[in-house]
């Protein structure tokens, strides 16, 4: 198709040939085109099938308001063709059956639709029960619009952003623009956010104003204040500010789509209007377009809608098109306008100037045509007198709604303005501003000014003192024209079956009547029960009609309420939203070596550890050469904690359950922390620096909330501690085993034999020139020295380490084999031996409870009164199976007797005592030596295996290996 | 042909003066338990009160998921029943309640996920309820766009899955409820609020309305994120529960390529696809208690960010509507039912927290019974409110609080 | 929503930034006198007002404080309480 | 054999020139270092946790604390910031100062914490990518602390200076976030042509600063 040429306003480069597929075949395209706009000078005129009755539809919108044009591009479905830039290379497919134009297998659908009332669903294919299964399989393949396959893999390049500004303006239209300038030159950054490619609005494609539109977008452009994001939908607004929206990328930018999240004090809804759809006889047939559709093909992309056109409208932006239009070329068969009276005279004239027919009161009633509009039927309002005109291309639109889903969005409810015809805020949210077209204006100079207006708003909210200039421009605006007399019409004067309320979900007026018959009398439910808005248009379409047809029907009482707005207000990728999504974990200092090492690493929380070193699950080979030999492991993920001042002993009552008073320098205490439920969340060490100074170290999983916890339970006592984070600081390396002394004195000087260093003491020293603090813990159940080390020389000590333990054969070990021989020992892991409700004494510890420092009031100190002899609990027991060479029970099958009466925490095969060992919560009355625990495994079949519970450790119980 | 237009359930017009039984809540538990008095228990003088329409709160922001495989043998034989009774009701109430049976696997990303799931599969195995362990690959067969390679922060390490779940029209279940028990006599009034609950001499006696006081011997409070607020401003009586925004979302409509709910606690997402073909996906809550129903975008980016490694497919797929629902938690995520204790002729369904949909039918059957007896049917008695003042929280969740201040 | 919360060291945030830490409740009583009741009425019971409620949160990503805010639990927003003396202290 | 003290971070460079100091391997400069921003790692440089009801008693380095939350003060080489009521932290980002900090109430959190600069062009563009917190709110004057998350990882940061997207930022956090935080960073600067800086180019920007 030829494009119209030499045309200010035109969007396109001519000279910029675009090649691109469609349906397999290669078509041309212009820079600047769309992928509808190519699609439609190539004349492809039904651009996809609807959803439910597999309807043609066409091109009807420009802005992607319905899904009429959603296609599968580059293998990504439900793309607006509308909305999308074409590129070269661009595969583009039709979605929903569409295999060539003009036919379609499940065409035969239309006919049917009688048979599909609302809520057809509900009331057939339950009986018989059997034929339920079918049906709604059947139903699946025939629902949903796009394909993707389970394998896809999304292309390119996303990320993100987070600026701030003191305005952000939503549309970069007349009045956005002149919100932006006013605002940013009473001193204010601004944001603008424009969804088109560039910004003008409704001024940019109409031939008066164009110029004007490049004047704004010039000193936006200019202003150093002002910084514009076009092609960046918003899609959504939250309180306090936040807008969020996302940018198309260009060639030049690093991205294809980024996700924005303005910060600003105040925003400015400036997104204008959207049309309301007319409601008639195949209201969405190929053929029958929007206003704005039409004229902005011609005008920005060159390309007539048509041949012959009828236009049927409720506004002077549509005589202006039309006049406009037959100026272009179209053949204008005539022109309907629903409204009696309130058209712009000079409008009316320049129609009788071209000799073109004007029914004032009269309206389209019908279109025909199946796949191509062949005819259209006009009527007056009143319904007395018809007439049919022969056209290809119908120009429909009953009047404007307003873009108000970012101020609905701000949590305002919204009422029905009888002048206007437009849903309007009931007061506008905190710091929201609306100009221009939303309004009800269109008066191109009462836009400007509203825009400026709202500018100033904006800088008043954000406490410039701009009350001068506010009055000012309030007069100017009030001197110009006001808002416009909407058209109230709800729908032409038929008795139609197909006049469609909503294209994405096939509902038309008659389903909404149904709907209504049922008790169904609210907007809100009708959308619920018809489906009408629930589609991929976001409810574009539907969102005015529906609850301004329900407030038209004799039924409704109540006010007349749109439907909720929800955001994405419009469709966002899953990829655009996720945007950089930078993964932040935690390395030890110790990491690559690990890693190196053979290391299978894992994420713990918010660490990556290693798991074990090597393929065999149970690392027996780590475990045994622990047992017999020296291991070393990476331990550095332990919180680690100083806590000092001058009621740091009393922060740590509190906390502790132990009394912190005995703790003395030089020694470690181990003891827990309890919730207020007396159950334990954590388990360490604490040992004593000095006076009202202690150092202390919690598990991995409560190091990060750890300060937080102490501090929230001294939040009501003023005590003058501090508590610091050393977590990070330092690297912690164990080195356990029979050879581990062995290792050690070949490094240091320090004496650290039995007798000078023994079990459960702290020492500071150093191992080379590296210095050290040294616990001796027995954890794993052997001779074993816990290394803190300054975590930027942990990697160092390591490496000293494993020097020295080269010659004994030394070995890593990981959380597997650290976990075996803990359970050897009987000692407990928080959370494996433990779940939300097990207490201090449920687990076994409550010998770690001082009962005599009621006045640190304890938490968990009251529960653990209450439970103390409370029967029925779960509590901590070893066993040992019945049949010594069975195999360890799976971890977490449950004790089943009669019913669940606890479960397996953790098992294990013991290779130092050659047989499988295990804990269990079991109910109080199976807790005792001996009892008989039955274990039911998943897919056991009914075979249960069977356990004895028996005293712990279960390996070395009177400690000598660990004391050595 | 099919179609009788007729309405769904009756206008009952004025608030009567008095009724034998109020409850308090449009919501499914209110409707269910309205049916099951009227249809079973004979007692039909019951109205349902409700601030708004039915199904308004989370009755209809729910994401549809039902499955039976809760932690615990208190909670495993009551949600087993309500997973057996949703082609009962389907018959009873002849109304599609749209039971899709395409089952549920959940994923485990660590070895500790698997133990804590092997409890769950085996306990519910026990009590008869149709679960099994999968590994990685079996759920790549089930869920053929699950990303089961390393790529993943939190590769999968296996899962649980549970065929007899599913997902159910949740509007078509407030709208059969409603419909069946309007039919039975129950009156519906929507608009409105419930203003106070009358006491006397440790008994119930009326309810008042913002449409006028209703005298009546019984009372249930089910209404849903309100009935901590209801029950401690107009009673005194204190709740240990949080009310909490629960947030979800839909797709675009796709054709069928997600055959199961599959959901991950690790990376806090569900995902299933609907009849419509919408990938419906949720499951973080907003850790702070309010009533808003608001939508945060913080929190759709982090549910983008999960489906990207769980489901990567899903990336080139769009998120269209976003809403949000109340869920009322209590601190074990385990239900209170209870009642007809301190004050006669009150009873309670709440504190459902995320699990309330499911639940809905199995709780209306039996706070049924309890209301119209009195008496607690034992399937309830591990509900009691005072096992929270007896250090017996339920144990549903298997992980230790990993931290919550307010509990 | 994007909740902001005024930390009282850092300024408004984004209310993802801090935990929420419960209905502030006041000191806990003296171990001795706690029942079983009145314990589990301090530890796990709240009002759930809709309205106004006295809160504790703790700037988790941030500064580390403990504080209080006055919220509207129906708006999200945090009140202004100075000139308001109604809003009744949680026993 | 060999102890000597790791950064937790490698960045992606290759060196010009580096010094060994106090068993770190510092990292003077990079080379093509010239034009656009530099990330440059200072994690070697010293740090101290200071904590007390009354800490305005301190003159850390003889210098006095700031009086208000989220101040900074740079003196020197030495860079005291704000914490909160009873908290500060001292950062000392050049050699030629002795230490000054043996009470009690210090705690020296150098292995503790990732220290990164980004300094030069467009790095505020950067940082808008990776987090929502105001480097340009015009109520604050340079130098000032916020505390808050970068890519969701709480950060102490400060803004030494600032002229639009210009400027000079000091980043800490968690050691442990070392190799994902450069990394995220980096990512987030490829467009603005974000590269690895020695230690010479922050004592550079410092410079100017001063100047």
């Known amino acids: ?964 | 042909m099919f179609w009788r237009s007729k309405r769904l359930w009756r206008e009952p017009g004025s608030l009567k003066s008095s009724y034998d039984a109020v409850i308090i809540g449009g919501g499914l538990h209110g409707l269910a338990t309205a049916y099951f008095l009227a249809r079973h228990h004979g007692m039909t003088d019951i109205a349902v009160i409700e601030k708004n329409y039915i199904g308004f709160g989370g009755a209809g922001r729910n994401t549809a998921i039902v499955r039976a495989n809760q932690r615990t043998q208190e909670n495993l034989p009551l949600y087993k029943e309500a997973l057996e009774l949703w082609p009962v009701l389907t018959r009873e109430l002849d109304f599609n309640l749209m039971f899709y049976n395409c089952g549920n696997l959940n994923l485990a990303h660590s070895d500790a996920a698997i133990k804590a799931m092997r409890l769950q599969v085996a306990s519910a195995q026990y009590s008869g309820i149709d679960i099994k362990l999968v590994d990685p690959r079996e759920c790549k067969e089930l869920i053929p766009a699950l990303d089961i390679s390393d790529r993943p922060r939190y590769p999968v390490f296996g899962g649980m899955f549970h065929p007899p779940g599913g997902i159910v029209r949740h509007d078509a279940v407030v709208w059969g409820l409603a419909r069946g028990a309007s039919k039975c006599g129950v009156d519906i009034h929507q608009n409105t609020e419930v203003t106070g609950i009358a006491v006397s001499g440790g008994r119930v006696v009326g309810v008042d309305t913002g449409r006028g006081r209703i005298h009546t011997s019984r009372v249930l409070n089910s209404a849903g994120g309100y009935s901590a607020a209801i029950s401690s401003g107009m009673l005194g009586i204190r709740l240990p529960i949080s009310v909490l925004t629960i947030q979800a979302m839909v797709t675009q409509p796709l054709k069928p390529f997600l055959d199961h709910v599959v959901s991950s606690g690790m990376y806090h997402c569900y995902a299933n696809q609907t009849l419509k073909g919408e990938v419906a996906t949720g499951a973080h809550m907003d850790p702070w208690p309010n009533y808003t129903t608001q939508c945060t975008g913080h929190y759709i980016k982090h549910q983008a960010e999960a489906l990207s490694e769980l489901l990567p497919c899903l990336r080139g797929v769009k998120f269209m509507r976003h809403w949000a629902g109340l869920a009322d938690m209590t601190p074990d995520m385990a239900p209170i039912m209870d009642g007809n204790d301190h004050i006669r002729g009150y009873y309670m369904n709440c504190g459902w927290g995320y699990f309330g949909f499911k639940s809905s039918t199995v709780a209306g059957k039996y706070m049924a019974r309890f209301i119209s007896t009195g008496e607690c049917p034992d399937i309830l008695k591990p509900f009691a409110l005072n096992r929270f003042e007896q250090h017996r929280l339920m144990g549903e969740t298997a992980a230790l609080v990993s931290y919550s201040a307010d509990n | 929503m994007a909740l902001l919360i005024n930390c009282p060291v850092c300024g408004k945030r984004n209310g993802y930034e801090f935990r929420y830490g419960g209905e502030d409740k006041g000191p806990r009583p003296d171990d001795e006198s706690l029942s079983q009741a009145s314990w589990c009425d301090y530890v796990h019971n709240n009002n759930c007002v809709a309205g106004i409620q006295k809160e504790w949160w703790f700037h988790k990503d941030g500064c580390g404080a403990w504080f209080t805010i006055y919220r509207d639990t129906r708006t999200n927003l945090e009140a202004d309480t100075s000139a308001d003396t109604s809003i009744p202290e949680v026993k | 054999m060999n102890c000597e003290r790791r950064s937790p971070v490698t960045l992606p460079g290759r060196p010009a020139r580096s010094e060994k100091r106090d068993g770190w391997n510092v990292v003077l400069e990079y080379e093509g270092e010239s034009g656009g921003p530099l990330l440059i790692d200072l994690s070697h440089g010293r740090k101290w946790d200071l904590q007390d009801v009354d800490i305005a008693r301190f003159k850390p380095f003889g210098m006095s604390i700031p009086d208000d939350p989220g101040q900074s003060r740079l003196e020197n080489g030495i860079l005291i910031n704000r914490m909160g009521r009873t908290q500060a932290s001292i950062w000392r980002l050049s050699e030629q100062v002795p230490d000054d900090t043996a009470d009690p109430a210090f705690t020296e959190t150098t292995e503790g914490q990732l220290l990164l600069a980004l300094a030069g062009p467009n790095i505020f563009s950067i940082t808008e990518k990776l987090t929502s917190l105001e480097f340009d709110d015009s109520s604050k004057v340079t130098p000032f602390l916020l505390f808050g998350p970068f890519s969701h990882v709480p950060c102490q940061t400060v803004v030494l200076s600032r002229s639009k997207r210009d400027g000079v930022l000091l980043l800490a956090c968690s050691r442990g976030y070392g190799r994902d935080m450069t990394h995220a960073i980096l990512e987030a600067g490829r467009e603005f042509r974000l590269k690895p800086g020695g230690e010479n180019g922050f004592a550079a920007a410092m410079k100017e600063i001063a100047g």
């Open chain 1, 1 to 964: 198709m030829d494009r119209l040429k030499d045309l200010p306003t035109l969007r396109i480069r001519t000279e910029d040939k675009v090649s691109f597929k469609y349906q397999g075949r290669a078509l041309e395209a212009l820079g600047g085109d769309t992928v509808a706009t190519a699609l439609f000078a190539n004349g492809v005129r039904i651009f996809g099938r609807s959803l439910k009755y597999h309807r043609p539809r066409g091109l009807y919108s420009l802005d992607g308001e319905c899904s009429n044009t959603m296609m599968r591009i580059d293998s990504v479905p439900n793309v607006r063709a509308e909305t999308t830039s074409v590129k070269d290379g661009m595969n583009v497919e039709a979605q929903n059956g569409l295999r060539r134009q003009g036919f379609d297998p499940l065409g035969f659908m239309d006919a049917l639709s009688w048979a599909m009332p609302a809520g057809f669903y509900y009331k057939v294919f339950h009986k018989p029960a059997r034929i339920w299964p079918v049906a709604a399989r059947q139903i699946r393949k025939a629902a949903g619009l796009g394909v993707i396959s389970p394998d896809f893999e999304m292309a390119g390049r996303y990320d993100e952003i987070y600026p701030h500004a003191d305005v952000c303006v939503l549309g970069g239209g007349p009045a956005g623009l002149n919100a932006a300038l006013s605002a940013a030159e009473s001193g204010l950054s601004v944001i603008l956010l424009e969804s088109r490619p560039w910004l003008g609005g409704f001024f940019d494609y109409r031939s008066k104003l164009h110029a004007r539109a490049a004047e704004l977008a010039l000193e936006v452009a200019n202003n150093p204040g002002i910084r514009v994001f076009t092609n960046a939908p918003v899609v959504g607004t939250y309180s306090d500010g936040l807008v969020t929206a996302f940018q198309r990328g260009s060639k030049a930018d690093c991205f294809d789509e980024r996700y924005i999240e303005v910060r600003a004090t105040s925003t400015v809804v400036a997104t204008g209007c959207i049309e309301r759809p007319l409601l008639f006889e195949n209201n969405e047939k190929p053929g029958v377009m929007q206003v704005g559709c039409a004229h902005r093909l011609a005008r920005s992309w060159g390309i007539l809608p048509g041949k012959k056109a009828v236009f049927s409208v409720g506004h002077d932006l549509g005589l202006e098109a039309a006049i406009d239009l037959a100026d272009l070329g179209l053949e204008v068969r005539c022109v309907a306008d629903v409204r009696e009276d309130g058209q712009d005279p000079r409008l009316v004239g320049e129609l009788q100037k071209r000799s073109i027919p004007f029914y004032r009161g009269w309206v389209a009633t019908q279109a025909k045509g199946w796949n191509r509009l062949r005819s259209v039927t006009l009527g007056s309002v009143g319904g007395a007198h018809e007439r049919r005109f022969d056209c290809d291309t119908l120009i429909a639109s009953a009047g404007f709604t307003p873009v108000w889903g970012p101020i609905a969005l701000g949590q305002t409810k919204m009422r029905f303005d009888l002048h206007t015809g437009f849903f309007l805020p009931e007061r506008m949210p905190q710091n929201m501003y609306a100009a221009g077209r939303l309004l009800g204006l269109c008066d191109p100079a009462s836009i400007e000014a509203s825009g400026r207006l709202a500018g100033l708003e904006a800088a008043a909210g954000r406490g410039l003192d701009v009350a001068a200039r506010m009055s000012a421009a309030r007069e100017e605006l009030e001197a110009l024209p006001g808002t416009v007399r909407g058209s109230k019409l709800a729908m032409a004067p038929v008795k139609g079956k197909k006049a469609f309320i909503c294209f994405d979900e096939d509902t038309t007026v008659k389903n909404i009547d149904q709907a209504l018959s049922m008790g169904f009398d609210m907007p809100e439910l009708i959308k619920r029960f018809t489906s009408a808005g629930t589609g991929p248009g976001q409810g574009g379409i539907p969102g005015h009609n529906l609850p301004l047809y329900v407030a038209s029907s004799m039924r409704y009482q109540g006010e007349v309420r749109p439907t909720s707005m929800r955001a994405p207000l419009v469709p966002v990728l899953v990829a655009t939203y996720a945007g950089a999504n930078h993964d932040m974990a935690k390395r030890t200092g110790l990491h690559e070596s690990q890693q190196a090492a053979g290391g299978v690493m894992e994420r713990v929380g918010v660490w990556i550890r290693a798991r074990r070193f090597s393929q065999e699950k149970s690392a027996r080979a780590e475990v045994e050469n622990v047992r017999n030999n020296v291991g070393i492991l990476d331990g550095s993920t332990l919180g680690k904690f100083r806590i000092h001042g001058p009621d740091a002993l009393k922060a740590l009552q509190r906390v502790y359950v132990s009394d912190m008073a005995r703790v003395v320098e030089g020694r470690m205490r181990y003891s827990a922390m309890c919730n207020e439920d007396g159950c334990v969340i954590d388990d360490g060490v604490i040992t004593k620096l000095g006076e009202n100074d202690f150092f202390f170290t919690t598990s991995t999983a409560r190091a990060g909330v750890t300060a937080e916890w102490i501090r929230y339970h001294t939040r009501y006592d003023d005590w003058d501690y501090s508590i610091v984070n050393l977590t990070d600081a330092y690297g912690v390396i164990n080195l356990a085993g029979p050879n581990s002394r062995k290792v050690l004195e070949k490094i240091t000087d320090a004496d650290v034999s039995n007798e000078s260093f023994p079990f459960s003491c702290v020492r500071d020293f150093h191992i080379r020139s590296i210095p050290v603090r040294a616990m001796r813990l027995g954890f794993v159940g052997e001779l074993s020295y816990e290394f803190h080390v300054p975590a930027s020389f942990a990697q160092s000590l390591w490496e000293v380490l494993e020097e020295a333990g080269k010659e004994l054969g030394m070995k890593n070990f990981g959380l597997e084999a650290q976990n075996t021989m803990r359970l050897e020992k009987g000692h407990v892991i928080l959370g494996s031996e433990s779940e939300q409700r097990t207490t201090l004494h449920d687990i076994g510890l409550g010998g770690l409870w001082s009962r005599d420092k009621a006045r640190w009031k304890t938490v968990g100190a009251v529960a653990l009164t209450h439970t103390e002899h409370q029967r029925g609990r779960l509590k901590l027991v070893g066993f040992k199976m019945e049949a010594p060479a069975s195999k360890p029970p799976l971890d977490g099958s449950p004790i089943a007797d009669g019913r669940v009466k606890g479960y397996v925490c953790t098992a294990r095969y013991s290779t130092a005592l050659s047989q499988p060992v295990g804990m269990a919560l079991v109910e109080d009355e199976l807790a005792g030596e001996g009892c008989r625990l039955p274990i039911f495994e998943d897919d056991c079949g009914g075979r249960l295996l069977y356990a004895k519970v028996v005293p712990m450790p279960f390996y070395d119980p009177e400690g000598k290996r660990m004391k050595s």
